[in-house]
């Protein structure tokens, strides 16, 4: 289906788009990578009366390295990140921009579109629910950085004011001897997972130091499983630990059935997913080179 007319308006600057957007009112939409928003049009879910386009800025396709942190313009390309030898220092950010849909989604698709859409079935929010993430938001008054657990309200929903925008993600670099994982199990390249599952994790020899886990795709928003990081925090990993943060991670699941499986599926994928990504997160962290990211079915 054709998606209903709309007026195109293009932003010179993300000032031009902010101010866009507040004179055209809650009607008006970004357009980004056009990978959610576009398809969406087209099955006239999404029937905006004025489309304001991001991709003529210039300089907010980009990835940069500064005072320990990892900054990301609001337009930077899964596939940008995928191949980018900075991004790689975080390695469970190359484990979720490689593995997100299909190329031809990850070369449009953006990781500030994909916040802003903050689809339950994103990769994005889960795995940097696991960082010190904070995202950028530019407004009429100005700019506020908000982190990423909570610019995420709902399914769907996030902070930001119908005149404000995503300008920037940025990421803190982890300290020494930390290392992650992202895993998530999907039954074809170009559909969304089935289950997912970031952990990082900071090592001191053999304690774990630091925990953070996340799951995605079961529940509505990506889920902290605080139990399940708990569960870890001061212990050596051994056989009882990881039994404990496997059954903690499961019982934070907030699964749906549905066509992707039933909700007792996803809350056991969950567990057997946290526990390879633990695995992979400790080799990591004692600076192995391991391959990991998603799992196909
Ligand atoms: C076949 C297919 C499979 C997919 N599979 C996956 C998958 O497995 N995992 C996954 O994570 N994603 C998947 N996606 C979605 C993809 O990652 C999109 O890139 C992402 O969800 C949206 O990013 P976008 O840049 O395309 O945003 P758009 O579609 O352009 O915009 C999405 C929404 O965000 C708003 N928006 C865009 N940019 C900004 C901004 N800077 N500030 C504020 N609001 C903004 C728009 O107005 C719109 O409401 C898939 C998409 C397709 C088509």
Same mark, same amino acid.
């Given at each position: 289906m054709y998606p209903r007319a709309f007026h195109y308006h293009r932003a010179g600057s993300l000032k031009e788009a902010v101010s866009m957007l507040s004179q055209l009112g809650d009607d008006a939409k970004l357009l980004a990578g056009g990978q959610s928003l576009i398809p969406l049009m087209k099955l006239r879910f999404a029937n905006p009366s004025h489309l304001v386009d991001?991709?003529?800025?210039?300089?907010?396709s980009s990835i940069e390295e500064e005072k320990g942190t990892l900054r990301f313009g609001a337009l930077t390309r899964h596939a940008e990140i995928e191949a980018s030898s900075i991004a790689a220092k975080i390695p469970i950010l190359h484990d979720c921009a490689a593995g997100i849909a299909d190329v031809q989604v990850r070369n449009r698709g953006t990781i500030g579109g994909s916040l802003a859409e903050a &689809?339950?079935?994103?990769d994005w929010a889960t795995v940097l629910m696991t960082l010190h993430t904070e995202v950028h938001c530019l407004g009429p008054r100005g700019e506020r950085s908000v982190p990423v657990a909570d610019f995420i309200k709902d399914a769907y929903t996030t902070?930001?004011?119908? &005149?404000?925008?995503?300008s920037q993600v940025v990421v803190e670099t982890p300290p020494k001897g930390s290392g992650g994982a992202y895993l998530a199990f999907k039954r074809s390249a170009p559909v969304y997972p089935t289950a997912s599952v970031a952990v990082q994790l900071t090592m001191e020899g053999d304690v774990v130091k630091d925990a953070a886990i996340a799951l995605g795709c079961v529940g509505l928003t990506a889920i902290r499983a605080k139990d399940a990081a708990a569960a870890l925090?001061?212990?050596?990993?051994?056989d009882k630990t990881m039994s404990a943060a496997m059954e903690a991670a499961s019982a934070a699941a907030d699964p749906q059935t549905d066509m992707r499986g039933s909700a007792e599926y996803k809350r056991t994928l969950v567990g057997a997913l946290a526990k390879r990504a633990i695995e992979i997160a400790v080799r990591r962290a004692r600076g192995e080179r391991v391959e990991a990211g998603h799992i196909y079915a």
């Open positions: 991001l991709n003529f800025v210039s300089g907010i &689809d339950p079935s994103g902070v930001l004011t119908h &005149d404000e925008l995503v925090l001061g212990q050596r990993i051994t």
